[in-house]
């Protein structure tokens, strides 16, 4: 089992994840990504590794999700969708971010969105954040080395915003 199976396990052993004072909080999947379309999206600048072996396995997902008013949860985009967020981002905020940041999903409830850095020369090549309009890129939360790593951390905080605790 490779690092992106591994830190998917928690979330697809049960689509319940938990009861919450929402309502149920639930996981749901997508079927594989065809590399056909990561690469037609993509080009030759692929995302790191870690996004490439998650989009294998699913072109994307909803975890924690509030299913009751929709408040709660993280939605992992699609390849085209990463695309076309990353791009509004770019354009939107580009005194924050940078034409190779890749906006991986974006948190229900709030105008979080998690991202990854897509630059392979850059050295935090890889690392995932949370990033919020209202903040500069400097104050942004460094949640894992790669997605894998956020994933599993995400899993252990059991949904909670582990980067907000004090």
């Known amino acids: 089992m490779n690092e992106i199976e ?3 396990s928690p979330y697809r052993r049960a689509w319940m994840a ?3 004072p929402l309502g149920p909080l639930i996981h749901t999947f997508y079927a594989p990504a065809e590399s ?15 996004v490439l072996e998650f989009w294998k396995r699913t072109a994307g997902g909803r975890l924690y ?3 009751t008013y929709g408040q709660w949860g993280l939605i992992l985009f699609a390849p085209e969708k990463v695309k076309t967020r990353s791009e509004e981002a770019y354009k939107n905020y580009p005194e924050n971010y940078r034409a190779s940041d890749l906006v991986l ?7 979080d969105v998690l991202f ?3 630059e392979a020369a850059r050295p935090d090549f890889g690392r995932v954040y ?3 309009p209202l903040d500069s890129r400097s104050e942004w939360s460094l949640v894992g080395d790669d997605l894998a790593d956020f994933l599993r951390k ?3 905080a059991n949904g909670e915003k582990f980067w907000e605790r004090y």
Do not use: C, T, W, Y
């Open 6 to 8: 591994e830190a998917l």
């Open 18 to 20: 938990r009861q919450s």
């Open 36 to 50: 056909s379309i990561v690469e037609e999206v993509f080009g030759d600048n692929l995302p790191p590794k870690s």
């Open 65 to 67: 999700e509030d299913v």
């Open 105 to 111: 999903g974006e948190f229900l409830g709030d105008q």
């Open 116 to 118: 990854i850095v897509g």
């Open 130 to 132: 949370v990033a919020s």
């Open 154 to 156: 995400f899993a252990q």
